[in-house]
Protein backbone atom coordinates (compact mmCIF):
# COMPACT_ATOMS: atom_id res chain seq x y z
CA UNK A 1 0.00 0.00 0.00
CA UNK A 2 2.91 2.09 0.54
CA UNK A 3 3.95 1.53 -3.02
CA UNK A 4 0.38 2.29 -4.34
CA UNK A 5 0.46 5.89 -2.05
CA UNK A 6 2.93 6.70 -3.72
CA UNK A 7 2.31 5.96 -7.18
CA UNK A 8 -1.29 8.05 -6.20
CA UNK A 9 0.71 10.89 -4.82
CA UNK A 10 3.13 11.10 -7.65
CA UNK A 11 0.84 10.66 -10.45
CA UNK A 12 -1.95 13.25 -8.66
CA UNK A 13 1.27 16.16 -7.88
CA UNK A 14 1.68 15.81 -12.23
CA UNK A 15 -1.96 16.13 -12.75
CA UNK A 16 -2.29 19.07 -10.35
CA UNK A 17 0.83 20.71 -12.47
CA UNK A 18 -1.62 20.65 -15.24
CA UNK A 19 -4.37 22.58 -14.04
CA UNK A 20 -4.52 25.62 -16.13
CA UNK A 21 -7.39 27.44 -18.01
CA UNK A 22 -7.93 26.26 -21.51
CA UNK A 23 -7.26 22.45 -20.69
CA UNK A 24 -10.09 20.37 -20.59
CA UNK A 25 -10.45 17.56 -17.81
CA UNK A 26 -10.46 14.54 -20.61
CA UNK A 27 -6.46 16.26 -21.35
CA UNK A 28 -5.97 15.80 -17.78
CA UNK A 29 -7.53 11.86 -17.09
CA UNK A 30 -4.95 11.40 -20.25
CA UNK A 31 -1.77 12.67 -18.06
CA UNK A 32 -2.90 10.19 -14.89
CA UNK A 33 -3.57 6.90 -17.38
CA UNK A 34 0.01 7.62 -18.93
CA UNK A 35 1.73 8.25 -15.80
CA UNK A 36 -0.08 5.53 -13.95
CA UNK A 37 0.53 3.19 -16.31
CA UNK A 38 4.43 4.23 -16.88
CA UNK A 39 4.63 3.34 -13.26
CA UNK A 40 3.34 -0.24 -13.36
CA UNK A 41 -0.13 0.46 -11.71
CA UNK A 42 -3.54 -0.02 -12.01
CA UNK A 43 -6.17 3.45 -12.27
CA UNK A 44 -8.68 1.88 -9.60
CA UNK A 45 -11.44 3.92 -10.57
CA UNK A 46 -11.69 3.09 -14.40
CA UNK A 47 -14.33 0.14 -14.88
CA UNK A 48 -15.33 0.20 -11.22
CA UNK A 49 -18.99 -0.03 -11.36
CA UNK A 50 -18.60 1.25 -14.61
CA UNK A 51 -16.45 4.49 -14.21
CA UNK A 52 -15.24 5.52 -17.80
CA UNK A 53 -12.47 7.27 -16.80
CA UNK A 54 -8.89 6.96 -14.80
CA UNK A 55 -9.23 10.05 -12.29
CA UNK A 56 -12.74 12.11 -10.94
CA UNK A 57 -12.74 15.45 -12.07
CA UNK A 58 -15.27 17.74 -10.24
CA UNK A 59 -15.92 21.49 -11.08
CA UNK A 60 -16.64 24.31 -8.75
CA UNK A 61 -20.32 23.00 -7.70
CA UNK A 62 -19.43 19.26 -8.51
CA UNK A 63 -18.45 17.18 -4.99
CA UNK A 64 -17.23 14.44 -6.20
CA UNK A 65 -17.30 11.53 -9.07
CA UNK A 66 -17.06 14.34 -12.04
CA UNK A 67 -16.36 12.19 -14.99
CA UNK A 68 -13.39 13.87 -17.48
CA UNK A 69 -14.68 15.40 -20.56
CA UNK A 70 -14.57 18.27 -22.99
CA UNK A 71 -14.89 20.61 -20.16
CA UNK A 72 -12.56 23.42 -20.55
CA UNK A 73 -11.09 24.86 -16.99
CA UNK A 74 -11.56 28.57 -17.05
CA UNK A 75 -9.35 31.01 -14.71
CA UNK A 76 -11.27 31.33 -11.53
CA UNK A 77 -12.81 27.23 -11.52
CA UNK A 78 -12.03 25.01 -8.77
CA UNK A 79 -11.04 21.46 -9.70
CA UNK A 80 -11.46 18.23 -7.32
CA UNK A 81 -8.94 15.57 -8.49
CA UNK A 82 -8.90 12.65 -7.50
CA UNK A 83 -7.11 9.50 -8.00
CA UNK A 84 -6.55 5.91 -6.56
CA UNK A 85 -4.16 3.30 -7.99
CA UNK A 86 -3.35 -0.48 -7.83
CA UNK A 87 -0.24 -2.17 -6.97
CA UNK A 88 0.71 -5.23 -6.30
CA UNK A 89 -2.90 -6.43 -5.11
CA UNK A 90 -3.32 -3.25 -2.90
CA UNK A 91 -4.67 0.19 -3.25
CA UNK A 92 -4.39 4.03 -2.45
CA UNK A 93 -6.65 7.04 -3.22
CA UNK A 94 -6.11 10.78 -2.36
CA UNK A 95 -7.80 13.77 -3.60
CA UNK A 96 -7.00 17.44 -3.80
CA UNK A 97 -8.57 20.48 -4.71
CA UNK A 98 -7.03 23.41 -7.07
CA UNK A 99 -7.57 26.67 -8.04
CA UNK A 100 -7.42 27.25 -11.70
CA UNK A 101 -5.79 30.61 -11.92
CA UNK A 102 -7.03 33.96 -10.08
CA UNK A 103 -9.88 32.42 -7.83
CA UNK A 104 -12.05 34.00 -5.11
CA UNK A 105 -11.42 34.52 -1.35
CA UNK A 106 -14.68 32.19 -0.42
CA UNK A 107 -13.19 29.50 -2.74
CA UNK A 108 -9.51 29.93 -1.15
CA UNK A 109 -11.10 29.95 2.59
CA UNK A 110 -13.59 26.80 1.52
CA UNK A 111 -9.94 24.84 0.09
CA UNK A 112 -7.82 26.10 2.94
CA UNK A 113 -10.66 24.45 5.88
CA UNK A 114 -11.14 21.27 3.39
CA UNK A 115 -7.44 20.48 3.58
CA UNK A 116 -7.48 21.82 7.51
CA UNK A 117 -10.04 19.23 8.02
CA UNK A 118 -8.49 16.42 6.79
CA UNK A 119 -5.26 17.17 8.70
CA UNK A 120 -7.60 17.81 11.86
CA UNK A 121 -9.09 14.03 10.97
CA UNK A 122 -5.66 12.45 10.48
CA UNK A 123 -4.35 13.69 13.48
CA UNK A 124 -7.69 12.13 15.77
CA UNK A 125 -6.70 9.16 14.72
CA UNK A 126 -5.23 7.16 16.95
CA UNK A 127 -4.96 3.13 18.35
CA UNK A 128 -7.29 3.03 20.91
CA UNK A 129 -9.57 5.81 19.92
CA UNK A 130 -12.78 5.63 18.03
CA UNK A 131 -13.68 6.75 14.34
CA UNK A 132 -15.77 8.73 16.10
CA UNK A 133 -12.92 10.85 17.49
CA UNK A 134 -12.15 11.25 13.90
CA UNK A 135 -15.42 12.10 12.69
CA UNK A 136 -16.04 14.85 14.73
CA UNK A 137 -12.97 16.69 14.68
CA UNK A 138 -13.24 16.74 10.53
CA UNK A 139 -17.06 18.29 11.35
CA UNK A 140 -15.91 20.42 14.01
CA UNK A 141 -12.95 22.01 12.47
CA UNK A 142 -15.55 21.87 9.38
CA UNK A 143 -17.87 23.81 10.44
CA UNK A 144 -16.14 26.39 13.08
CA UNK A 145 -14.84 27.23 9.58
CA UNK A 146 -18.62 28.37 7.89
CA UNK A 147 -18.54 25.47 5.86
CA UNK A 148 -21.11 21.99 5.79
CA UNK A 149 -19.87 18.68 5.45
CA UNK A 150 -21.52 16.55 3.14
CA UNK A 151 -23.38 13.60 4.56
CA UNK A 152 -23.88 11.20 1.92
CA UNK A 153 -20.62 10.40 1.01
CA UNK A 154 -17.77 9.29 3.55
CA UNK A 155 -14.60 7.66 3.57
CA UNK A 156 -13.56 4.33 4.17
CA UNK A 157 -11.14 1.29 4.95
CA UNK A 158 -9.03 0.41 2.22
CA UNK A 159 -6.75 -2.27 0.83
CA UNK A 160 -6.97 -5.14 -1.30
CA UNK A 161 -10.46 -3.43 -1.72
CA UNK A 162 -11.00 -0.05 -3.12
CA UNK A 163 -13.47 0.46 -0.59
CA UNK A 164 -13.57 -1.80 3.00
CA UNK A 165 -15.57 -1.68 6.05
CA UNK A 166 -15.45 1.04 7.98
CA UNK A 167 -17.22 3.44 6.07
CA UNK A 168 -15.42 6.70 7.65
CA UNK A 169 -18.04 9.61 7.89
CA UNK A 170 -17.00 13.22 8.14
CA UNK A 171 -19.45 13.84 10.92
CA UNK A 172 -19.69 12.17 14.17
CA UNK A 173 -20.04 11.84 17.90
CA UNK A 174 -16.21 11.32 19.60
CA UNK A 175 -16.23 7.85 21.37
CA UNK A 176 -18.78 6.45 19.27
CA UNK A 177 -17.92 4.08 15.89
CA UNK A 178 -15.97 0.99 15.73
CA UNK A 179 -12.21 0.90 17.64
CA UNK A 180 -8.95 2.36 15.84
CA UNK A 181 -6.14 -0.27 15.59
CA UNK A 182 -3.02 -0.30 15.06
CA UNK A 183 -2.37 -1.07 11.29
CA UNK A 184 -5.89 0.18 9.94
CA UNK A 185 -5.61 1.73 6.31
CA UNK A 186 -8.50 3.82 6.31
CA UNK A 187 -9.07 6.59 3.02
CA UNK A 188 -9.76 9.95 5.16
CA UNK A 189 -11.64 12.25 2.45
CA UNK A 190 -13.71 15.44 3.54
CA UNK A 191 -16.05 17.26 1.15
CA UNK A 192 -17.05 20.56 2.09
CA UNK A 193 -19.50 22.78 0.92
CA UNK A 194 -20.12 26.86 0.90
CA UNK A 195 -23.52 25.91 1.51
CA UNK A 196 -25.85 23.60 1.95
CA UNK A 197 -24.60 20.26 3.26
CA UNK A 198 -27.39 18.47 0.66
CA UNK A 199 -26.57 16.97 -2.44
CA UNK A 200 -27.80 15.87 -5.59
CA UNK A 201 -27.01 13.13 -8.59
CA UNK A 202 -26.45 14.16 -12.33
CA UNK A 203 -27.85 12.98 -15.12
CA UNK A 204 -24.87 10.96 -15.79
CA UNK A 205 -25.38 9.12 -12.81
CA UNK A 206 -22.05 10.00 -11.53
CA UNK A 207 -21.69 13.47 -11.05
CA UNK A 208 -22.58 14.78 -7.50
CA UNK A 209 -23.54 18.52 -7.16
CA UNK A 210 -24.29 20.76 -4.16
CA UNK A 211 -27.85 21.31 -3.97
CA UNK A 212 -27.74 24.68 -4.05
CA UNK A 213 -25.12 25.20 -6.83
CA UNK A 214 -22.81 26.91 -4.61
CA UNK A 215 -18.96 25.82 -4.54
CA UNK A 216 -17.90 21.95 -2.96
CA UNK A 217 -13.96 21.61 -2.49
CA UNK A 218 -12.77 17.56 -1.82
CA UNK A 219 -9.09 16.39 -0.14
CA UNK A 220 -8.72 12.63 0.60
CA UNK A 221 -5.57 11.12 1.98
CA UNK A 222 -4.95 6.89 2.56
CA UNK A 223 -3.44 6.74 6.55
CA UNK A 224 -1.90 3.82 8.19
CA UNK A 225 -3.02 4.27 11.76
CA UNK A 226 0.22 3.66 14.25
CA UNK A 227 1.19 4.35 17.57
CA UNK A 228 3.24 7.36 16.88
CA UNK A 229 0.80 8.96 14.85
CA UNK A 230 -0.85 8.03 11.03
CA UNK A 231 1.61 7.95 8.58
CA UNK A 232 -0.09 9.48 5.37
CA UNK A 233 0.62 6.92 2.58
CA UNK A 234 -0.46 9.16 -0.39
CA UNK A 235 2.37 12.19 0.26
CA UNK A 236 5.61 12.46 -1.27
MG1 LIG B 1 -11.90 7.46 -1.57
Known amino acids: MRQAG????????????????????????????????????VASFKGYRGFPASICTSINEEVVHGIPGNRVLKEGDIISLDFGARFDGFHSDAAV??????????????????????AAGIAAARPGGRLGDVSSQIQTYAEGRGFSVVREYVGHGIGRDLHEDPQVPNFGVPGEGPLLIKGMTLALEPMLNAGTWRTSVADDKWTVWT?????????????????GGSEILTRL
Open 6 to 41: RIVAEVLEIVRKGVLPGITTLQLDDIADNEVKKRGA
Open 211 to 227: ADKKLSAHFEHTILIGE
Open 97 to 118: TVGVGKISQTARNLIDATRGSL
